[in-house]
């Protein structure tokens, strides 16, 4: 391509990459990497996505407000307290940041959309699959081992946020969590790259 049309062609919009898995898929791993590599800050965003949707579940019950703009509001206001967006000098490109997040629900990628988008911000979702066998395999006798009871709760919690995503939810791609760290991480980029322009 010609320095003129590369000069044409529109500048890609800003987005953000939100990871989204549990606490055993090495999502921080791959944040850091991949921040490394779109040269944008890496925010561990889980506590911010708790404190929401914490927020958001029990305003909401009482009927007075609605959960979409009370997780928008909490979670605005929380990413912000991590230094989120960050300043035009410590990007090097159209991603603004990688957020790590928890496992992610469709009516809290709602409100995740909603939020990024009133700032002009793009969402990204990968969210990194894992099934719920795999998931006890690797917690149950790891968290609570002295209450089976509680440590089976805590699952059955962890479980009912593996949502898959719905067909319409264009800016989200799955992946399989099982992979070994370099290959996911290569898959990851070819899916943001896609999803970045839209495809």
Not at 69 to 76: A, D, E, K, L, S
Not at 77 to 87: E, R, S, T, V, W
Request: hydrophobic share 40%; glycine share 8%.
């Amino acid at each position: 391509m010609s320095e003129a049309a590369a000069s044409l062609s529109p500048s890609p919009s800003p987005f953000v990459v939100l990871l989204c898995g549990t606490y055993v898929t090495g999502k921080e791993t791959l944040a850091f990497t991949l921040a490394e590599h779109y040269g944008c800050p890496k925010i561990k965003a889980g506590m911010s996505q708790f404190s929401a949707y914490s927020g958001a579940r029990t305003q909401s019950r009482s009927g007075r407000y609605d959960y979409t703009q009370v997780f928008c509001r909490i979670w605005w206001a929380k990413l912000q307290q991590l230094g989120f967006p960050p300043d035009e000098k410590d990007v090097k490109g159209p991603c603004r940041a990688v957020l790590s997040c928890l496992a992610t629900r469709r009516q809290d990628r709602d409100a995740i959309r909603e939020a990024m988008r009133a700032q002009s911000l793009k969402p990204i979702f990968i969210i990194l699959n894992i099934t719920k066998e795999t998931l006890s395999g690797r917690t149950l006798g790891v968290e609570h081992p002295e209450d089976v009871e509680f440590a089976n709760l805590k699952l059955e919690e962890k479980a009912r946020f593996l949502e898959l995503p719905g067909e319409d939810e264009t800016d989200v791609a799955l992946v399989d969590s099982m992979l070994e760290m370099d290959v996911l991480a290569g898959e990851i980029k070819g899916l943001v790259g896609r999803l970045s322009k839209g495809e």
